[in-house]
Structures are given as structure tokens and as C-alpha cells.
């Protein structure tokens, strides 16, 4: 962490880390049940997917009313008459690159729809500060404990490795305060708000 700032009367701050790493996990399809599997401190479903331990085929059926046999690769050994053999695999993909944290408001625990918001309000900032849609960055919601209490963190990370440099400018606390001041502003100013909608294109809506 190289800078940080949190209101002193309110749940809210934000660290830059100019080196962070982030994990990303596929545990399988969403559709399947699968066995629990604790992740980042939540437990998720995690079918993950069953794979041919000598080609690396994986088996849809499971989970499935499909009873077509699985199509081994032409140099499996289940193609000459060796018995089928399974593993579970689970996919990990790890970046080591810059981001900033936002820990939020307690309340934020208490409502997806809620997160969902404050995800859009910040890329929408960030697109207001950058002119355009920044393909670059990434946000995700973020489970973790601060002084021992449960809480939420927003995690906007570079997925260019190490980082392009683009939130190294925003280590600045009154930069950052701008750019959220900017946002709130443009949700105020949103010619939806008097359109019966709750969101549009041009505010929170992709």
C-alpha cells in the first residue's frame, strides 16, 4: 500500500497498491451443484470439471440427462481400451499488477443490488475521468475483515500485468474524492431521474 485515506465519520476509504496480486477462480459451471468450497473466506458451489487425467477431455454429462459416451482425444489411451480414469480440476488464474481497494459502508453487506450500484458509479467516474470505456481495468467485490469485523471491499485492478499506471494517478486521495464528487454529481444531473427510470445508458445502465 503505498497511499491511503478513510473518512473519520463514515465507513469509506481507499488504499493504492502499487504491487497487488489477484486470484481468479473458475470452480465450474454455475448450473451444476458441486461440493462447498471456501474461497477468499465465502463458500461457493464448486462442480469444477471433470477431466480425462491422460487427455484433458471433460466430461459434460455430469449433472446432465446426457448419456452420449465422451469423445477422447485421438491419442488418449482410452482410445485402445484403457479404462477411463477422472480427476476434478479447478482453474486459477493469478495477475500481479496495480489496484486500489475501497472499503465500504457496512450496509453494502446487506444488499447485492446495492454493491451491483456502487460498481457501476465507480466505473462510471472512471469513464468520465478517462473519455472513454477503460477496457482495461477490472472491478470485483471483495470479501475481507477489518479489525476483526467482517466486511466488503471493492478491488478496481489493471489486467495489464504490472499494471498500465493509469490508478498510480489516482494515489492521490483529493484526485479520487474529485472523481466520486464528479460521479455523484453526474447520477444528480442524469436526465433519468425524471424519466420514471431508475438508471439509463448514460449513467449506471452497461
Known amino acids: 500500500v503505498t497511499s491511503a485515506w478513510r473518512l473519520s465519520d463514515y465507513t469509506f476509504g481507499v488504499e493504492h497498491l502499487s504491487r497487488a496480486v489477484v486470484r481468479s477462480y473458475n470452480l465450474g459451471p454455475l448450473s451444476r451443484s458441486g461440493p462447498g468450497l471456501v474461497v477468499g473466506g465465502t463458500e461457493h458451489q464448486a462442480p469444477g470439471f471433470l477431466t480425462c487425467t491422460m487427455c484433458g477431455v471433460v466430461d459434460l454429462r455430469e449433472g446432465s440427462n446426457a448419456r452420449q459416451a465422451v469423445r477422447h482425444r485421438g491419442f488418449c489411451r482410452t482410445r485402445r481400451g484403457e479404462k477411463e480414469k477422472w480427476t476434478r480440476v479447478y482453474l486459477k488464474h493469478e495477475l500481479t499488477t496495480q489496484a486500489l481497494r475501497v472499503l465500504l459502508p457496512e450496509t453494502a453487506l446487506d444488499d447485492p443490488a446495492e454493491l451491483v450500484a456502487l460498481e457501476a458509479a465507480l466505473m462510471l467516474g472512471i469513464r468520465l ?24 471491499y471493492l478491488v478496481v485492478a489493471d489486467t495489464v500485468p504490472g499494471g498500465t499506471g493509469y490508478l498510480t494517478d489516482h494515489d492521490d486521495p483529493a484526485k479520487l474524492w474529485n472523481l466520486l464528487v464528479r460521479t455523484g454529481r453526474r447520477l444528480e444531473d442524469c436526465p433519468c431521474r425524471t424519466e420514471n427510470r431508475g438508471m439509463c445508458p448514460d449513467c449506471l445502465q452497461p
Open 129 to 152: 475521468d478517462l473519455g472513454g470505456d477503460p477496457q482495461h481495468l477490472d472491478i470485483r467485490d471483495v470479501p475481507g475483515r477489518s479489525k476483526g469485523v467482517p466486511t466488503r
